[in-house]
């Protein structure tokens, strides 16, 4: 069944994109800087039932933290997640933040020497267990969410009757890094920077010849503004990417204070691909084993997968998969985890989501558990 849903869904996409074929692709927009931040405040209530069994009852809250920055010659990412709620009556938190940093060996080329560290806590633990992880690796990140707002104004333009066709790909970038400048044009302009920015971006529509008349107009200055303010729609972040890394994983500290052990191989990668302009993919694993009489006898290996839909300017749609394998030392079988999770979003307004979300859990040996949350969600930025 959930293959026929992700059928449908691609047909739904390539008949939307048929609507308005684009002459610019994600990947055309290479900027020598690419940078963004997020910051989401969420709550839910969270229940779970296995056979006629309630074994979950919840309600938590969370913040996000996301914030990277990427330029030829060096990169870093931040990244933080801080839960805490209530199962029945007993409390309960958790807090996570990863930081790295990366130094590439050439501009002009994607390989580069890397450190990261991860802290984290919970619950009621005393100590912070914490991690370095030092090594090279290969692949850059792009952020190209101008380039989709550029395209959605462009969607929009279309459907109002301002321009006669699609714009050309050098105009459709020349777009996005205007709107990629908007704190530069806030830091020259102050409070009217919006009509200075608006019209840069109206100058090259009109220096397109597409354009019907001289100016987009009042409608088109609307549908701009909904666009770039997010108002009565939002456009998804847009990544497209990857990287692999290799190195070894130090152990600084654990949760309650048992010997740290000796280093780990660790090797991870990360992808990130839209699929044409409705669809985002994202990907993510990290597998490591001690370096030591261990090797490889004890393993542990995460996949985590992200499968972003918009079904519509508020309406969004993702599916998420999560795999955990672990093998002890000693142990003959690994224990394996499945974590699916299929969500609704819709877009209120000012930056608030409500969700709704179903997922099935497989941990080890243990019964299938059913779950079913509804969510809040605010994105401060």
């Known amino acids: 069944m959930n293959g026929k849903i992700i059928i449908i869904l691609l047909g739904l996409s390539i008949f939307s994109s048929e609507l ?22 969420n709550g839910f209530w969270n229940w779970n039932q296995v056979g006629d069994s309630v074994i979950n009852n919840a309600a938590a809250a969370g913040v996000i933290y996301r914030q990277f920055y990427s330029s030829l010659p060096f990169a870093w990412f931040l990244d933080a997640d801080l839960n805490g709620g209530k199962n029945f009556a007993k409390y309960q938190h958790s807090v996570k933040i990863s930081t790295s940093a990366r130094k590439y060996v050439w501009d002009e080329r994607d390989l580069f020497a890397f450190a990261g560290l991860d802290l984290s806590h919970q619950d009621y633990y005393k100590q912070i267990a914490s991690n370095l992880t030092l090594g090279a690796g290969y692949g850059r990140y792009i952020d190209a969410t101008a380039l989709a707002k550029a395209v959605r104004i462009e969607e929009h333009l279309l459907r109002e009757k301002i321009i006669t066709d699609n714009l050309p790909k050098e105009t459709m970038i020349k777009i996005a890094n205007i709107i990629d400048r908007q704190s530069e044009y806030i830091n020259i302009y102050g409070e009217t920077y919006e009509n200075f920015w608006l019209f840069d971006i109206e100058n090259e529509i009109r220096a397109s010849g597409k354009l019907i008349g001289n100016h987009v107009g009042a409608i088109g200055i609307l549908r701009m503004r909904q666009v770039l303010f997010n108002i009565n729609e939002k456009v998804n972040n847009r990544y497209f990417g990857y990287d692999v890394n290799i190195g070894s994983k130090f152990v600084l500290s654990t949760f309650d204070k048992s010997r740290v052990g000796s280093p780990n191989l660790s090797i991870s990668g990360r992808y990130s691909y839209p699929l044409g302009w409705r669809f985002q993919l994202n990907g993510s694993f990290e597998t490591f084993t001690p370096m030591d009489s261990m090797f490889f006898q004890k393993i542990t290996t995460n996949l985590n997968l992200d499968f972003i839909y918009e079904l519509s300017n508020r309406i969004n749609f993702v599916a998420n998969y999560r795999f955990v394998s672990k093998k002890e030392y000693l142990q003959p079988k690994f224990t394996i985890d499945h974590i699916f999770q299929t969500s609704f979003l819709y877009y209120l307004e000012n930056e608030l989501y409500f969700g709704l979300t179903t997922s099935i859990q497989k941990l080890g040996d243990q019964k299938t558990r059913l779950g079913l949350a509804l969510t809040f969600q605010y994105n401060l930025f």
């Open 20 to 41: 308005f074929p684009q002459n610019v692709k994600v990947e055309d927009y290479q900027v020598p800087v690419s940078r963004a931040k997020l910051l989401r405040m």
